[in-house]
């Protein structure tokens, strides 16, 4: 099949390699003229592990390409995915400026190739708002006019940055929302590769297939709010998050997924998606009070943990001069995506109090300077990173933080604090090691 990826981010990009890789012709679009040069060099403009590869391979195969020219893109493309952003507005709506965007630079091409061309399958990959795929095809249908044939269809999207390519190819589910037969059995033929696991592709009805995707967000980010409101809780009576999370975890019907206490989540899904629910369920005039307090405890969340800082030093004149060092800038491992991170908030709030920041991250440093400018000193080394400070904050788990040289951190430091927003280390370990060490969930350890 020939197919056309709108958008080379974490998605479109993932996506576009991924489909090359079983035999089809991509073209990746970007209106980002920067990203497209660099794919056009060979440089991914993300890290994923294993992408750069998947993406050599089959460019040099002849079946990916990259390109800024619109007409190109969707002249000859049998499916068109739409992979663009979805983010939040100010007020929490989904801003669909991107996917508007997209639907008419498609239209164009349409109505340029006449009323006699195939009917090309449009792909909402993004995540939007349920109604928003049919509403964009009354867009596109607005402007071609009558005669023009087109297909629409929503298949939202479930990889995790640091896993995609490994989620890609062998998805739990895959979900297809359509209007016809014909388009669902063109998917069935284009993710049969994916599924021979023996995983389903549900076929539904478009509406329900958007819903998907926010219904499964929702989920996951009440599981993350609810173990962080259970640590919370935990922390004011003396329990210990860890050994609660064990035995209420090893129930079957509960399972062990996504209910690990920390800083709360982040990344460019959750936050939003969770949003977008609230504001659905306005829109209708529905009660979202689950999701809404889904929201607000992720908000505390880190606030909460930079009051345990703010404690600390209290003591000392506050924040005021004092060094943190963190480890961990980008929303989670295995990724260079900063977006809604727990670390920018942190760094930003010690910023405003007057410390002195200065951060690590094994893959996100770049997008940190971008993102942060001359406030915090990015370093290349996590040791680096940590020299004179008065505090280390674990900010994301990735695994080179998960048995550090203690030794060597209490002769470079100033002080010895460490506050632990990933539970990564055991409490006894670090007060024997003369460290005060916070961590959520469980109670503060003082040096021995
Ligand atoms: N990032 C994830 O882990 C993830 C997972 C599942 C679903 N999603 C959803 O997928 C969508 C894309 O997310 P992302 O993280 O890949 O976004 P992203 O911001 O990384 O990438 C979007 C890309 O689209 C490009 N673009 C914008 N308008 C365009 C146009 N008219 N033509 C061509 N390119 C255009 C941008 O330049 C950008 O490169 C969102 O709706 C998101 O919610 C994301």
């Given at each position: 099949m020939r197919l056309t990826m709108v958008g080379t981010g974490y998605v479109g990009l993932v996506t576009g390699v991924c489909f090359s890789n079983t035999g089809n012709h991509v073209i990746c679009l970007d209106v980002d003229a920067g990203k497209i040069e660099k794919l056009n060099k060979g440089v991914c403009p993300i890290y994923e592990p294993g992408l750069t590869e998947l993406m050599e391979r089959n460019v040099a195969a002849g079946r990916l390409e990259f390109t800024t020219d619109k007409s190109k893109a969707y002249r000859d493309a049998d499916m068109i995915f739409i992979c663009v952003g979805t983010p939040s507005d100010e007020r929490g709506h989904t801003d669909l400026k991107y996917v508007h965007g997209a639907a008419d630079d498609i239209a164009d091409v349409l109505k340029s190739l006449g009323p006699k061309q195939t009917p090309k399958v449009i792909v909402m990959k993004s995540t939007v708002p349920v109604g928003t795929t049919l509403a964009v095809r009354d867009r596109i249908r607005a402007r071609v006019g009558p005669e023009i044939p087109f297909r629409v269809a929503d298949n939202p999207e479930f990889l995790k940055e640091g896993a995609a390519i490994d989620d890609f190819n062998k998805p739990d589910r895959v979900v297809v929302g359509v209007e016809d037969e014909a388009t669902g059995n063109a998917f069935k033929d284009l993710y049969d590769p994916f599924v021979r696991n023996g995983h389903p592709i549900y076929l539904m009805d478009i509406l329900s297939a958007e819903m998907v995707k926010y219904a499964s967000n929702n989920f996951l980010a009440t599981k993350i709010s609810f173990i962080n409101e259970m640590a919370n809780l935990c922390e004011a009576y003396g329990a210990d998050i860890n050994r609660v999370r064990e035995g209420m975890c090893s129930d079957k019907r509960i399972?062990?997924?996504?209910l690990y206490p920390g800083l709360g989540y982040g990344g460019s899904c959750f936050p939003k998606d969770t949003l977008a629910c609230i504001m659905m369920g306005e829109t209708r005039g529905l009660s979202v009070s689950v999701s809404k307090a889904v929201h607000d405890t992720n908000q505390k969340q880190r606030d909460r943990f930079f009051d345990k800082i703010q404690g600390h030093f209290k003591s000392q004149?506050?924040?005021?001069?004092k060094t943190l060092a963190f480890w961990g800038?980008?929303?989670?491992?295995?990724?260079?995506d900063i977006r809604e991170a727990p670390a920018l908030t942190l760094m930003r709030k010690a910023l405003g109090y007057g410390a002195l920041v200065r951060g690590f991250d094994p893959v996100a440093n770049e997008n940190a300077r971008r993102e942060l400018g001359s406030g915090p000193v990015i370093l290349e080394d996590m040791y680096e990173a940590a020299k004179g400070a008065d505090a280390l904050v674990i900010s994301t788990d990735w695994d080179?933080?998960?048995?550090?040289?203690f030794g060597r951190l209490a002769q470079i430091m100033?002080?010895?604090?460490i506050f632990d927003g990933r539970n990564l280390y055991r409490r006894g370990q670090l007060g024997e090691k003369g460290f005060w060490y916070y961590s959520v969930g469980r109670a503060p350890v003082k040096p021995a």
């Open positions: 399972g062990n997924a996504f004149g506050g924040l005021s001069g800038i980008a929303f989670k491992p295995r990724t260079d080179e933080f998960k048995s550090p040289d100033r002080g010895k604090v």
